[in-house]
């Protein structure tokens, strides 16, 4: 099943409401993150919007790692989640009921896969108010869910290897108390992969882990972007959108 959600049914000219598209599946079936890992692909979101709204950037919640055959894994949801994005309405807009609506498509997939597609739409009107909607709290929940865009204190990256190597490996060290589980899903980039595998080092008071990374380009990365996760029970607790910014072992070239 897919929803649209809207904070608000009713705006102001010069506003900010946030809407969302609510995918709801059965289980054990699963969609997938921005960057599906080693299967997959991510819905895709087609906003239709009149004269004087505008959508932000697409905000996807922290993904479950699904590992899949012997050593492979997907970043996925299951059951439930909400991809949003944020509506500006400009201050020129003239008052009256419009209609915000997205053509939206996903894979939906458990041992086989099905391809969806579905239009959704909502009526909004400006005025010289706002109203919320019953579904605005619902939204504010899946926003705290978010990535923090501040990363953890005391975070480190390095490419080990040498440039000529077909493979190297990205070590991302953080302090951190023994016990405390970590992941980095990375976004995809046509410079860069990054493996799904993780291999991890804990110590007293510092977790080190480790991820296989291939060059697409003629040189090595000399920053990877993705998500720090913080995880307990496998599940995603806590998450940090991070910008890795590389030291090497080795040449870059």
């Known amino acids: 099943e897919v929803r649209l959600l809207m904070s608000a049914s009713e705006a102001r000219p010069g506003s900010t409401i946030m809407v969302g598209v609510l995918f709801t599946m059965p289980d054990p079936w699963h969609i997938y993150w921005r960057s599906g890992g080693d ?21 996807w919640p922290p ?10 894994a997907a970043y996925v949801y299951h059951q439930q989640v909400v991809l949003m994005a944020q509506l500006h309405l400009s201050k020129g807009i003239p008052s009256g009921k419009k209609v915000i609506s997205a053509q939206v498509s996903w894979l939906e997939c458990n041992e086989g896969c099905l391809f969806g597609e579905k239009k959704v739409a909502r009526g909004l009107l400006v005025a010289n108010r706002e109203r919320l909607t019953q579904e605005a709290k619902n939204l504010q929940d899946w926003r705290a869910r978010l990535p923090s865009a501040k ?15 077909v493979e ?14 970590f992941d980095f899903y990375p976004y995809e980039s046509g410079q860069y992969t990054v493996g799904t595998q993780t ?25 990877i972007k993705g998500l720090l996760v913080e995880l307990s029970a496998g599940k995603p607790i806590q998450s940090w959108e991070v910008d890795l910014k590389l030291g090497h072992s080795g040449k870059i070239k």
């Open 39 to 59: 299967a997959g692909q991510p819905p895709e979101i087609k906003w239709r919007l009149p004269e004087g709204i505008s959508a932000g950037p697409l905000q």
């Open 63 to 72: 993904p479950q790692k699904y590992p899949f055959a012997q050593r492979s």
């Open 168 to 181: 190297r490996t990205l070590r991302i060290e953080l302090p951190a108390k023994n016990g405390v589980e």
């Open 151 to 165: 990363p953890p204190l005391g975070l480190t990256a390095r490419l080990m290897g040498q440039a000529e190597d």
């Open 199 to 223: 291999r991890r080092e804990g110590g007293r008071d510092k977790v080190k882990l480790g991820k296989k990374v291939k060059k697409l380009a003629s040189i090595w990365p000399i920053q």
